[in-house]
Each structure stands twice: as C-alpha cells, then as structure tokens.
C-alpha cells in the first residue's frame, strides 16, 4: 500500500479518474492541460525571492501550454495578475480563458 500517487500523463482526464478511485491522495504531476508541481516550484520561488505574491503581476511569454494554464489557474486562486502573451497558433485553451473572469488578460 502507498500513503500518496503522484501521476504523470498526457490525459487529465486518466489523473480525474484515478483520483475518484484511490483510498489515496493523487497529485497531478504533469499532463498536457496543466502542470501543477511545476508552479509549486515557480511560487516558492517568488515566495523566497520577492514576498507574497497577492496583488503582484506575472507575464506569462510563449507557448499558451500546461504550464502557461496552470499559471493562469493560481492567479484565480492565489489573488495575482497573470498577462499572457503567446505567438499566434499557440494560445491558451479558450475554455480556461473563458473561466479566468479576473486575474488573467
């Protein structure tokens, strides 16, 4: 028996449906929507640096991937602004743009 799963894999779907089913906590270690360890990582890093980061500004510049999506979802959370600029083509997903009402341009 394990006291934890970290899960790393393309559909979050398979990371939502492991979850409904584990005794266990699951972490999402990485899948193509987002990447949430990697902005733990990137926060502390801030934390450590420059403070908390509440009512501070991140820009976000390239591809609008996982990590870019998941930036976005801890401005929602965290209180931050996230700007987003990426080169045409590679624009975040437009449903989670949809749902980032504040917090995200």
């Known amino acids: ?7 790393r894999t393309f559909a979050h779907a398979d990371v939502e449906t492991f979850a409904q089913h584990s005794r266990v906590p ?4 990485l899948t193509d929507d987002y990447h949430p360890c990697q902005i733990l990582a990137d926060l502390q890093t801030f934390f450590e640096v ?3 980061i509440h009512g ?5 510049l390239g591809d609008g991937n996982n990590v870019c999506h998941s930036w976005m979802n801890a401005a929602r959370q965290l209180d931050f602004e996230v700007v987003v600029a990426c080169p045409e083509g590679y624009d975040p997903d437009p449903t989670l743009l949809g749902a980032c009402s504040s ?3």
């Open 50 to 52: 420059r403070g908390d």
């Open 103 to 105: 917090g995200c341009e």
């Open 26 to 29: 699951v972490i999402n270690g």
């Open 56 to 60: 501070k500004t991140v820009c976000w």
């Open 1 to 7: 028996m394990v006291d934890i799963v970290m899960i």
